[in-house]
């Protein structure tokens, strides 16, 4: 093993929760020769793990991201890391996990894979905005969404300069097929496996009888208009609010050629982890 490898840790805010897995995890590798670092906010909130603290753990380029918390810091991580060679290794502390290596009560197993490099690796499609205040990455997806109490949005959306479709909605998701078994499925869009190779358009809740849902090629550019002479529309991705789309305006969304990491115990499939989590798909 090497020695000289590092370990980046990441947490949720509950605190309570983490503490004391947070110290196991941090102690277990230092033993085994890891140096493990953090933000210095990180640091703080875990004092007794000794983690040692640094200005940016990515430019740090660590040899992988540990992560207690739930759905939204494992996106976070990947979000971060993206790009990197650094690998996402996570362990549940939230309420589905569907990006989760392991269950939080697996602590001690996941300290052993981590030190002997036990485990395989995802490499995880990611989708990109460029809005004005800068590039965004979305590892589930991306979304554009009416704001509360405004009238209902009117968006289309465009393949190679071609119009595909148009609808009066309450807003559009772009999924990657990791995320599409977050707000994709939610909407009543397909469930795609790991390892395809493209990306789902769907609308939300469309007034209309005919919308139909696009898979559509990792090569495919695609383009979101606003066809609202006044209304403005939110734009999210993997939930958090990046820019807003004005009536008139468009936004490109592109497959990104870099993935994010994520660690996987081996053996463990799409559709094991589908069904672990969600449960058959029919009764």
């Excluded at 370990?7 to 509950?14: K, M, P, S, Y």
């Excluded at 670092?37 to 380029?61: C, F, G, M, N, W």
């Amino acid at each position: 093993m090497n020695a000289t490898k590092t370990v980046a840790i990441l947490t949720h805010q509950r605190v309570e929760e983490t503490a004391e897995p947070v110290e196991r995890v941090a102690t277990g590798l230092r033993e085994a020769g890891f140096q493990v670092i953090a933000t210095a906010e990180e640091a703080a909130k875990h004092e007794r793990a000794q983690l040692s603290a640094v200005d940016d753990p990515v430019a740090a380029a660590p040899d992988i991201a540990v992560v207690l918390g739930g759905d939204g810091t494992m996106l976070e991580a990947l979000r971060d890391y993206a790009r990197t060679k650094t690998i996402v290794f996570s362990f549940n502390y939230g309420a589905v996990g569907f990006l989760a290596t392991l269950e939080r009560d697996r602590i001690d197993e996941g300290i052993r894979r981590i030190v002997e490099s036990d485990y395989d690796v995802l490499a995880l499609p990611t989708l990109v905005v460029k809005p004005a205040a800068g590039e965004r990455i979305a590892v589930n997806d991306i979304a554009f969404l009416r704001r509360s109490g405004a009238r209902v949005a009117e968006l289309a959306y465009l393949v190679h300069g071609e119009l595909i479709a148009q609808a009066r909605c309450d807003g559009l998701v772009v999924a990657t097929p990791v995320g599409s078994t977050g707000y994709n499925l939610a909407n009543g869009g397909p469930i795609m496996a790991w390892g395809v190779q493209g990306f789902v358009v769907s609308f939300i809740a469309p007034h209309t009888l005919t919308a139909r849902t696009l898979v559509a090629s990792t090569s495919d550019v695609l383009v979101v208009r606003n066809l609202s002479l006044e209304e403005p529309v939110d734009v999210e991705t993997d939930g958090r609010r990046v820019c807003t789309l004005e009536p008139g305006q468009d936004l490109e969304v592109r497959f990104e050629d870099h993935p994010a990491h994520l660690a996987k115990v081996p053996g463990t499939g799409f559709y094991e982890q589908l069904r672990g989590k969600f449960g058959r798909l029919v009764g």
